[in-house]
């Protein structure tokens, strides 16, 4: 059965590559802008900007798009699952490549400006107009993929995400929500807190905040290695 799926398992392996490197780009990112966001700003910003165009290049390259082609002429002998995974990945290469190099880069680098400033803003004027950058261009992106879905807007920015979910479905739960949050902020006002509410006087060391943070995550149900 493998030998039947040579086509497949190479556009397999192409894509299973581009993934890795836009997931060790994102580790990398996060670990530099929360570890360390100075340093990460002044020697990070540029490299990280560079490997995510490399990402997004190579994902709507002529070469993937060539072995899409030659791995359907091995779709008759893949199992549900692969057949599912190769309708995705032909999915995502046509949604990056209606997403042009241009604003591709813009949208990245008005999230990488927002977080430069936010992590040293006092006020929300300083922010604002980041943000305003940030929506400006996820309109487009998401105004892109809905015109070649055939859907709403939301239902683009959601199949981010979470592929095939409808924004019809999240907002049955913002729905169900809204009574009994309101009942409960009701419930916080009558009830004044703020004479039981702990507050950290002192600075915590970093030990003692990883030791705080994994009581908390393990009290929420995640389980901590």
Not at 35 to 46: G, L, M, R, S, T
Not at 64 to 88: C, F
Not at 124 to 133: A, F, P, T, V
Request: aromatic share 10%.
């Amino acid at each position: 059965m493998v030998s039947k799926l040579t086509r497949y398992l190479k556009l397999e392996k192409e894509v299973s590559e581009i993934l890795r490197l836009n997931n060790i780009v994102n580790i990398f990112y996060w670990n530099s802008s929360i570890v360390n966001p100075k340093f990460y700003k002044i020697n990070q910003e540029p490299e990280i900007s560079l490997i995510k165009q490399i990402y997004h290049d190579r994902f709507r390259s002529k070469k993937v798009k060539r072995l899409i082609s030659e791995a359907k002429l091995d779709e008759q002998g893949m199992n549900e699952w692969q057949t599912k995974n190769l309708h995705l990945i032909e999915r995502n290469h046509l949604f990056a490549s209606c997403i042009s190099k241009k604003l591709y880069k813009e949208h990245q680098n008005n999230i990488f400006q927002s977080e430069s400033v936010f992590s040293n803003a006092t006020d929300y004027k300083e922010i604002s107009q980041c943000l305003d950058n940030i929506v400006k261009t996820t309109r487009e992106i998401a105004q892109i993929k809905s015109d070649l879905q055939g859907t709403n807007l939301y239902d683009a920015l959601i199949d981010n995400y979470d592929p095939g979910r409808k924004f019809s479905f999240v907002l049955q739960i913002i729905n169900g929500l809204k009574k009994p949050l309101k009942q409960l902020r009701q419930r916080l006002i009558d009830n004044d807190l703020s004479s039981r509410t702990a507050s950290f006087r002192n600075t915590l060391t970093r030990d003692q905040k990883k030791f705080f943070y994994r009581k908390v995550l393990t009290k929420l149900g995640f389980d901590i290695i």
